[in-house]
Nanobody, 123 residues
Framework: QVQLVESGGGLVQTGGSLRLSCAASGNIFSINDMGWYRQAPGKQRELVAAITVGGSTNYSDSVKGRFTISRDNAKNTVYLQMNSLKPEDTAVYYC?????????????????WGQGTLVTVSS
């Protein structure tokens, strides 16, 4: 059973930086897509950044130039480096996994979400 474990959230001042990590557990050989979404109070969940197994990336316009997504396929881990943080970035950040996933159980076609980690940017 694949699981996602997130870490790195916290409280920072405007202009500060945080690095989020999300590791997929299990005997995994490859994951097609990994990414980060966020949800602020009273708002819908939105895509922040995503990265494919081949390294292709997508960013929300609101974070472009400030955030960087990366992944370590050997560790089945995705990262989000967040710089120049703004109060508007305050949200719960969710790690996302999209199949196909190759593991010792074969190929799985499913989507998985992490529990979420809170990022608070104070002004």
């Amino acid at each position: 059973q694949v699981q996602l474990v997130e870490s790195g959230g916290g409280l920072v001042q405007t202009g500060g930086s945080l690095r989020l990590s999300c590791a997929a557990s299990g005997n995994i050989f490859s994951i097609n897509d990994m990414g980060w979404y966020r949800q602020a109070p009273g708002k819908q969940r939105e895509l922040v950044a995503a990265i494919t197994v081949g390294g292709s990336t997508n960013y929300s316009d609101s974070v472009k130039g400030r955030f960087t997504i990366s992944r370590d396929n050997a560790k089945n881990t995705v990262y989000l480096q967040m710089n120049s943080l703004k109060p508007e970035d305050t949200a719960v950040y969710y790690c996302n996994l999209k199949g196909p996933v190759r593991s010792d159980r074969g190929i799985g076609f499913f989507e998985l979400w992490g529990q979420g980690t809170l990022v608070t940017v104070s002004s």
